[in-house]
Nanobody, 121 residues
Framework: QVQLVESGGGLVQAGGSLRLSCAASGRTFSNYAMAWFPQAPGKEREFLAAISWSEIDTYYAGSVKGRFTISRDKSKNTVYLQMNTLKPEDTALYYC??????????????WGQGTQVTVSS
């Protein structure tokens, strides 16, 4: 059974930083991309960042370029999201996902339960 467990969320003031982690288990994730999709209250889940299996390719939504960095440790089946200069509009439940390298939710087969990030002004 595939399991994705996110951690690292919390309450932070605007301008602060957080580092999210997502550990995958239950199978070998060779050649799979990993990604982050936040879902703000009352809104749909949206693409934020993805990283390919090779770690060579990364892709970000325009709103977070230069502020957020996605990385992964293949030996640990873990993906990270370093979030800097946080803004109140970054407040959301952040889901990690495993699947094909892309920017749509349909391309990802496995999902975690989410970790809450709240940014106060």
């Amino acid at each position: 059974q595939v399991q994705l467990v996110e951690s690292g969320g919390g309450l932070v003031q605007a301008g602060g930083s957080l580092r999210l982690s997502c550990a995958a288990s239950g199978r070998t994730f060779s050649n799979y991309a990993m990604a982050w999709f936040p879902q703000a209250p009352g809104k749909e889940r949206e693409f934020l960042a993805a990283i390919s299996w090779s770690e060579i390719d990364t892709y970000y939504a325009g709103s977070v370029k230069g502020r957020f960095t996605i990385s992964r440790d293949k030996s640990k089946n873990t993906v990270y999201l370093q979030m800097n200069t946080l803004k109140p509009e970054d407040t959301a439940l952040y889901y990690c996902a495993v699947g094909s390298y892309g920017s749509t939710a349909a391309e990802y087969a496995y999902w975690g339960q989410g970790t809450q990030v709240t940014v106060s002004s």
